[in-house]
């Protein structure tokens, strides 16, 4: 199953750089770098729909949904603090951004061990 998995998200992933490289030339988007951001904001995207596949098809020795749905925040945070760093040039922002998911995840984390206690 995990290599039914592997081949889907490459197969996404080539999906998502198509799509982007065809709105760059369109010019929808006008940077290179703006194709970075996309492909990593929407490959973390389908991180997330990838954790709610697995929360049905779990994998016994695999990584877990909720390890796979926090990959999937974490992508999208660094593709929007980059995009900040883009639109704004500004260092700040995006640490800003960045800190603050973490920290978000970190607290979320942490939540179903105090209640077992």
């Known amino acids: 199953m995990a290599q039914q998995f ?3 998200s490459f197969g996404v992933l080539l999906v998502i750089t198509a799509l982007t490289l ?18 990593i904001t929407f490959y973390g995207v389908w ?3 990838l954790a709610g596949i697995r929360t049905k098809n779990p994998e016994k020795y695999g990584r ?3 390890s796979t749905l926090v990959m999937g925040v974490i992508l999208i945070a660094l ?4 995009y900040l760093y883009i639109a704004t040039a500004n ?7 960045l800190l603050l998911v973490i920290g978000i995840l970190a607290v979320a984390t942490s939540i179903p061990s105090i209640r077992q206690k």
Not at 22 to 39: F, K, N
Not at 79 to 82: D, H, I, K, L, V
Not at 91 to 97: D, M, S
């Open 6 to 8: 592997e081949t889907l």
């Open 22 to 39: 065809v709105a760059y030339a369109v010019q929808i988007i006008t940077g290179l770098d703006q194709v970075l951001v996309l492909i």
């Open 47 to 49: 991180t997330i729909v």
């Open 64 to 66: 877990g949904a909720y």
């Open 79 to 82: 593709g929007g603090a980059w």
């Open 91 to 97: 260092f700040i922002l995006p640490v800003v951004l």
